[in-house]
């Protein structure tokens, strides 16, 4: 750990006090910064209310999603959630309960939530905000690894209110792809320490 390390972790231990306004700074210059990299991100940032909220490509057709990232203030924590189906057919309600409880027992990180008065679908992530105070690169972590989760329950719940998929196939397929991910990536290491 370098010098820089230690005294900006130091100063952030020192100012325990002041996590809430620190993170919330830390998580708007996340997205500036973004910006200033070429990212290109939209996005809103609401002070009073303490989130920001960005639209992303989710297919190759460019379709887009809501996310959203809340400092929760009220149970420590640092939220990230995408609006996975908005106003879904209210007759797919039984089936979509049943994929995401599906979905939440094969989730290693975070859960699907589902409101069926306003037929709403939301995948939500959370994590102890003293994390990205001590380490503030985690809050990069959590943005990619959110997003790319979402990617894989964005698709299962297409095939479900799309393609009329049967949700028990939906997570087996989505099972699959996983293990084909892991023995991809586990190859990958392989070659690399070779």
């Not at 820089?4 to 996590?19: A, P, W, Y």
């Amino acid at each position: 750990m370098s010098i820089k390390h230690f005294f900006s972790r130091l100063f952030r231990l020192i100012n325990i006090r002041n996590i809430q306004k620190i993170l919330w700074s830390d998580l708007k210059k996340y997205f500036q910064h973004a910006n200033q990299n070429g990212a290109n991100y939209q996005y809103g940032i609401f002070e009073s209310d303490k989130y920001i909220t960005t639209h992303y490509s989710v297919d190759e057709a460019n379709n887009t999603r809501q996310y959203r990232y809340i400092l929760d203030s009220e149970n420590y924590k640092l939220v990230s959630l995408v609006f996975v189906s908005e106003g879904y057919d209210e007759t797919k309600t039984t089936d979509v309960f049943i994929l995401a409880s599906h979905l939440n027992n094969i989730l290693r990180d975070g859960i699907v939530c589902v409101n069926p008065d306003i037929c709403t679908i939301l995948f939500e992530y959370r994590i102890n905000e003293v994390v990205p105070f001590l380490f503030p690169g985690e809050i990069h972590t959590q943005v990619m690894r959110h997003y790319n989760t979402s990617l894989d329950i964005i698709w299962a719940f297409d095939q479900l209110l799309v393609y009329n998929e049967d949700p028990v196939f939906i997570a087996a397929e989505l099972m699959k792809r996983g293990e084909e991910r892991t023995k991809k990536k586990d190859a990958g290491e392989q070659k690399s320490s070779a």
